[in-house]
């Protein structure tokens, strides 16, 4: 089975500080995701990468940044958190297929991030 | 860009009867995948069931099957014989190529009753 595994699943953080939630597939996967889940506006892709040091800014990438040095990891960095980014982030990874579809992802368990 | 749609965003239904969720997307692309996705209270995103754009046939899944209209960009889920782990947010997703991932829905939250 696909194993993506988030580093924690609730984080408290203080306006200000540099966060970093990490993110490990072992199915190989090329792609990986970061989304963030918003009561009443469903899951929002905030980055994307297809590769190793690959990246793509998603629909909501401000205040936010991504590191993907290997495979299997996908870093997401708040460079100065704020309370409007407290929220659920989901990541989570596909294979990319040759006819470059994207199809079904497999997502970790989530990290409840509360900034105060 | 592409957008999904569900507008239903909550459901109930007693244990054991027949619920289906609704899901329109909007696209110009011809090949795609539609998904349907189940967040139980534990968080973890479970894919339920998956369609590919150029089949014809409808997906099914033990209990769970879709209604998938091309034309119409319509992807509907049917739950049968509904179960108390039924119980969780469904949410309808979308993915073509590039680098958009999947586009979700808003999702729908469905409740089962004893």
């Known amino acids: 089975d696909v194993k993506v595994t988030q580093s924690s699943r609730y984080l408290v953080k203080r306006t200000g500080e540099k966060v970093f939630l990490e993110c490990v597939q072992d199915?190989?996967?090329?792609?990986m995701f970061w989304y963030r889940q918003d009561p009443g506006l469903g899951l929002r892709l905030i980055y994307f990468?297809?590769?190793?040091?690959?990246?793509e800014k998603g629909d909501i990438p401000e205040g936010y940044s991504v590191s993907r040095e290997k495979k299997e990891r996908f870093s997401l960095i708040l460079e100065s958190a704020s309370t409007n980014q407290t929220s659920m982030y989901l990541c989570?990874?596909?294979?990319?297929?040759?006819?470059?579809?994207?199809?079904?992802?497999?997502f970790g368990q989530g990290t409840r991030l509360t900034v105060v | 860009a592409q957008t999904v749609t569900q507008s239903q965003p909550e459901m109930s239904v007693q244990e054991a009867e027949t619920v289906t969720l609704s899901c329109t997307y909007d696209?110009?692309?011809?090949?795609?995948?539609l998904f349907w996705y189940k967040q139980p209270p534990s968080r973890q995103m479970i894919l339920v069931i998956r369609?590919?754009?150029?089949?014809?046939q409808n997906a099914t899944e033990n209990r769970f099957s879709v209604n998938f209209q091309k034309a119409a960009k319509s992807f509907s889920l049917k739950i049968s014989d509904s179960q108390l782990g039924d119980a969780a947010m469904y949410f309808c997703?979308?993915?073509?190529?590039?680098?958009?991932?999947?586009?979700f829905g808003k999702g729908t939250h469905l409740i089962i009753q004893p």
């Open positions: 990468s297809y590769d190793v040091k690959m990246k």
């Open positions: 989570a990874s596909s294979r990319r297929y040759s006819g470059g579809l994207n199809t079904e992802a497999f």
């Open positions: 997703a979308y993915g073509a190529g590039g680098a958009d991932g999947l586009t």
């Open positions: 369609q590919e754009a150029y089949k014809q």
């Open positions: 199915m190989d996967h090329e792609n």
């Open positions: 696209t110009s692309e011809s090949d795609y995948y």
